[in-house]
């Protein structure tokens, strides 16, 4: 996948995509990322990028055409451009794994970040698709960027070492995580659960699947509306209010 960040900061990006699991994607040649200072691009004499506010008001608002210099000095035809040009942008949908699924299906990406108190109203005509990834306000947007690059990537064949990885992660199907649990066997009180030393396929994957499900039911239970349960899971989850109601007398 080809990934293009445009933005006036990108020393931002070089610590995480330089290192782990981006790191070695970028080596294997699975990901290629590039990074694109639009503030060369700006035609006045200065080299600004911002401006104040037609209006007033406070802060400053990142000017239009260094954007749109930028990208269609790096991209082409911005009108048939076979990829995804995205605005990180807290008005924008927010981003969760259903989005990221979608993503990584594409060839390329293109993230726009602004900055300041803002952008000009005109460079939304530029993107495919809007983004914010939670209901806080960040300096800029870079961040979400890195956020959505790092989610998207890991669902890239190649990226990650095991495929399985992907498929446990949390939210993938809609569900948390189950616990994990590696050596020691005993470590403070704190012990394995016995399911998971006794080499019995099954019983391991019954078990993960019910802690999930407990696990999600305990901490996000508005996400199981959303998932398409199976009669497996309904059973699991009639197991767990039966324990509940044994614990609680």
């Given at each position: 996948?080809?990934?293009?960040?445009?933005?006036?900061?990108?020393?931002?990006?070089?610590?995480?995509?330089?290192?782990?699991?981006?790191?070695?994607?970028?080596?294997?040649?699975?990901?290629?990322?590039?990074?694109?200072?639009?503030?060369?691009?700006s035609p006045s004499k200065h080299k600004n990028v911002?401006?104040?506010?037609?209006?007033?008001?406070?802060?400053?608002?990142?000017?239009?055409?260094?954007?749109?210099?930028?990208?269609?000095?790096?991209?082409?035809?911005?009108?048939?451009?076979?990829?995804?040009?995205?605005?990180?942008?807290?008005?924008?949908?927010?981003?969760?794994?259903?989005?990221?699924?979608?993503?990584?299906?594409?060839?390329?990406?293109?993230?726009?970040?602004?900055?300041?108190?803002?952008?000009?109203?005109?460079?939304?005509?530029?993107?495919?698709?809007?983004?914010?990834?939670?209901?806080?306000?960040?300096?800029?947007?870079?961040?979400?960027a890195m956020v959505i690059i790092d989610a998207v990537?890991?669902?890239?064949?190649?990226?990650?070492?095991?495929?399985?990885?992907?498929?446990?992660?949390?939210?993938?199907?809609?569900?948390?995580?189950?616990?994990?649990?590696?050596?020691?066997?005993?470590?403070?009180?704190m012990n394995v659960p016995d399911v998971l030393l006794?080499?019995?396929?099954?019983?391991?994957?019954?078990?993960?699947?019910?802690?999930?499900?407990?696990?999600?039911?305990?901490?996000?239970?508005?996400?199981?509306?959303?998932?398409?349960?199976?009669?497996?899971?309904?059973?699991?989850?009639?197991?767990?209010?039966?324990?509940?109601?044994?614990?609680?007398?």
């Amino acid at each position: 996948m080809n990934i293009y960040v445009f933005t006036i900061f990108p020393e931002m990006f070089e610590g995480p995509l330089n290192t782990s699991i981006l790191k070695k994607a970028r080596e294997k040649k699975i990901l290629n990322i590039e990074l694109i200072d639009f503030r060369p691009y700006s035609p006045s004499k200065h080299k600004n990028v911002d401006d104040a506010p037609f209006g007033g008001g406070a802060g400053m608002v990142l000017k239009p055409d260094p954007i749109y210099l930028a990208l269609e000095d790096k991209l082409g035809d911005l009108v048939t451009y076979p990829g995804q040009i995205l605005l990180m942008s807290p008005q924008g949908v927010q981003f969760n794994q259903e989005l990221a699924k979608e993503l990584a299906k594409e060839q390329s990406l293109v993230f726009i970040c602004g900055h300041y108190e803002g952008f000009d109203e005109r460079v939304r005509a530029l993107a495919h698709k809007e983004i914010s990834i939670g209901d806080y306000v960040l300096t800029g947007g870079e961040l979400p960027a890195m956020v959505i690059i790092d989610a998207v990537s890991r669902l890239i064949p190649g990226v990650l070492g095991e495929s399985e990885s992907v498929v446990s992660d949390s939210f993938y199907d809609g569900l948390l995580e189950y616990p994990h649990y590696t050596r020691p066997r005993s470590f403070r009180g704190m012990n394995v659960p016995d399911v998971l030393l006794s080499g019995n396929h099954e019983k391991i994957r019954l078990w993960r699947r019910k802690e999930s499900l407990r696990r999600t039911l305990e901490r996000r239970p508005e996400l199981l509306e959303k998932v398409n349960l199976t009669k497996e899971d309904l059973k699991l989850l009639a197991e767990i209010a039966n324990e509940e109601k044994g614990t609680n007398g």
